[in-house]
């Protein structure tokens, strides 16, 4: 009976340890979360210096809201339904928005990829911000098209969304949500 105990006490030790690991490792598989590495921080001054010599509109200031309210209602279930964007799920979208799993999209139009405080980015995305990519409507548009072959070995873990319609939806709802 003694040792029943005894296996029974380690058993139930390595079951512990076994769910331990999965349970670490899922945020990782699911939604590429990495919560020991580095985050990336880049001051405003490299910021712009990484656009300055790009001649990129306000695109903000270009949006002209001439929206109807289905319109509107359309663009935020577009951003907000698991169909459309998945976006809403890691994404914080509002300057006051709380951080979640992925960067704030909060006036991302014009910035340059990868660089959104307190985020660790995948070497991939850094190294496109390197390149020179700049976070425009077009990008934006190809990259939730199909982020892995736009940016591969990146941490979105979705696929892209196949419908135009669906994306251009989403792009207005970042242009009016960030104004």
Same mark, same amino acid.
């Given at each position: 009976?003694?040792?029943?105990?005894?296996?029974?006490?380690?058993?139930?030790?390595?079951?512990?340890?076994?769910?331990?690991?999965?349970?670490?490792?899922?945020?990782?598989?699911?939604?590429?979360?990495?919560?020991?590495?580095?985050?990336?921080?880049?001051?405003?001054?490299?910021?712009?210096?990484?656009?300055?010599?790009?001649? =990129?509109?306000?695109?903000?200031?270009?949006?002209?809201?001439?929206?109807?309210?289905?319109?509107? =209602?359309?663009?935020?279930?577009?951003?907000?339904?698991?169909?459309?964007?998945?976006?809403?799920?890691?994404?914080?979208?509002?300057?006051?928005?709380?951080?979640?799993?992925?960067?704030?999209?909060?006036?991302?139009?014009?910035?340059?990829?990868?660089?959104?405080?307190?985020?660790?980015?995948?070497?991939?995305?850094?190294?496109?911000?390197?390149?020179? =990519?700049?976070?425009?409507?077009?990008?934006?548009?190809?990259?939730?098209?199909?982020?892995?072959?736009?940016?591969?070995?990146?941490?979105?873990?979705?696929?892209?969304?196949?419908?135009?319609?669906?994306?251009?939806?989403?792009?207005?709802?970042?242009?009016?949500?960030?104004?």
């Amino acid at each position: 009976m003694r040792s029943y105990f005894i296996n029974a006490r380690a058993t139930h030790w390595l079951l512990v340890v076994i769910l331990f690991a999965v349970a670490s490792y899922l945020p990782y598989l699911i939604f590429g979360a990495f919560p020991f590495a580095t985050q990336v921080n880049l001051s405003e001054d490299k910021i712009e210096n990484l656009v300055k010599e790009l001649d =990129l509109p306000n695109y903000y200031d270009l949006h002209i809201d001439q929206a109807t309210e289905e319109d509107k =209602l359309l663009e935020k279930q577009a951003f907000d339904s698991w169909e459309g964007g998945k976006c809403r799920f890691c994404h914080s979208l509002r300057e006051d928005d709380r951080a979640r799993m992925a960067p704030s999209l909060y006036r991302i139009l014009g910035k340059p990829a990868a660089v959104g405080e307190n985020f660790t980015y995948s070497q991939s995305l850094i190294e496109m911000r390197n390149n020179g =990519l700049v976070w425009t409507p077009e990008t934006i548009d190809a990259f939730i098209s199909d982020p892995e072959n736009y940016i591969p070995a990146n941490r979105m873990r979705l696929e892209g969304i196949k419908d135009p319609e669906t994306r251009q939806l989403i792009i207005n709802y970042l242009i009016r949500e960030s104004q």
